[in-house]
């Protein structure tokens, strides 16, 4: 089962939709986002992106919607197969899927026993287990600190080195009892969370395709078009942050010859939206989801 989107309501309503508008959802997953867009649209059309095969059951029977079974890197790419070049609005949410995390067998969840996958994409070949098993140390250490902000990532990926030494690493319950070894008990569920996190991220290369996903928005969306962003961790929630900001993922405004500010976007909303309590009190993984909304100048 998919799960109910996060912020669902105030993200649909930060797009602004026009009735005959063209629209990007670029995380289909369930459809929860595209279903309440199309309510919303008389005539026009909705683009929806999912790299994940499991996505493709939940397509609507609408001849507005158009399903594009790939990565959002590709989005100007796949625009244009489709004949389009710019639209009114985009909107991305960042966050695994419940269907995701309770999918035993995907290995996303620190709950269940299973392989160390973590593939969004089925067809890929790089998977957790690969990472765990072959990558030397300084790579695993950059990963656990850059990915999972986790100070202990030397004495994390020192441990995962010697003891793949005498046996090849393969499940979820292995790398949580490596986990359990370094880390104190009375939050190891966060810290299993942090490990998990930053070995998805570099599974998927989660940081890359948001950095080329938002550089291609500025050229995509129309003049008064909306980019509607739902981040999950810090490290997301910066990039996009900086990027509507500067126009850039470092934060740098930069100016012309006569001082003024060379940017694209304004904010809409001047802190991130999150949700209440009723909403995380119904969905716990809500706790940590911040919404931006720019508009394209």
């Known amino acids: ?87 009114d609005g985009i909107l ?43 990558y030397s140390q300084e790579e695993l250490i950059r990963i656990f600190n850059d990915y999972g902000e986790i100070k202990s990532s030397y004495r994390l990926a020192n441990s995962i080195c010697e003891i793949r030494e005498s046996g090849h690493i393969k499940t979820t319950s292995q790398l949580n009892k490596i986990i359990g070894e370094i880390f104190p008990p009375t939050r190891i569920n966060k810290f299993q969370a942090m490990v998990f996190q930053a070995l998805r991220i570099e599974v998927n290369n989660e940081m890359d395709v948001l950095k080329s996903f938002l550089e291609q928005i500025t050229t995509t969306l129309n003049p008064g078009g909306r980019l509607v962003v739902i981040s999950y961790h810090s490290l997301e929630d910066r990039l996009v942050k900086n990027f509507i900001r500067s126009g850039n993922f470092k934060g740098e405004i930069e100016k012309d010859f006569f001082g003024q500010h060379l940017v694209d976007f304004k904010s809409i909303s001047r802190k991130p939206i999150i949700p209440d309590e009723a909403e995380i009190k119904a969905n716990s993984r809500a706790r940590s989801a911040k919404l931006r909304i720019a508009e394209k100048l």
């Open 92 to 134: 991305a949410d960042l966050g695994v899927s419940s269907h995701q995390f309770d999918k035993a067998e995907r290995g996303f969840s620190t709950r269940f026993e299973a392989d160390l996958d973590m593939r969004m994409n089925q067809k890929q070949t790089l998977t957790a287990e690969e990472i765990i098993n072959s």
């Open 1 to 87: 089962m998919y799960h109910n989107p996060v912020l669902l309501n105030q993200s649909v309503d930060g797009l602004a939709i026009k009735p005959n508008g063209i629209y990007v959802d670029v995380t289909f997953g369930g459809g929860g986002h595209s279903r309440l867009i199309l309510e919303k649209m008389d005539g026009g059309k909705l683009i929806a992106f999912d790299q994940d095969a499991d996505s493709l059951n939940n397509v609507p029977d609408d001849e507005r919607f158009i399903m594009v079974n790939q990565n959002f890197r590709f989005l100007k790419n796949f625009l244009k197969l489709h004949g389009y070049e710019k639209v």
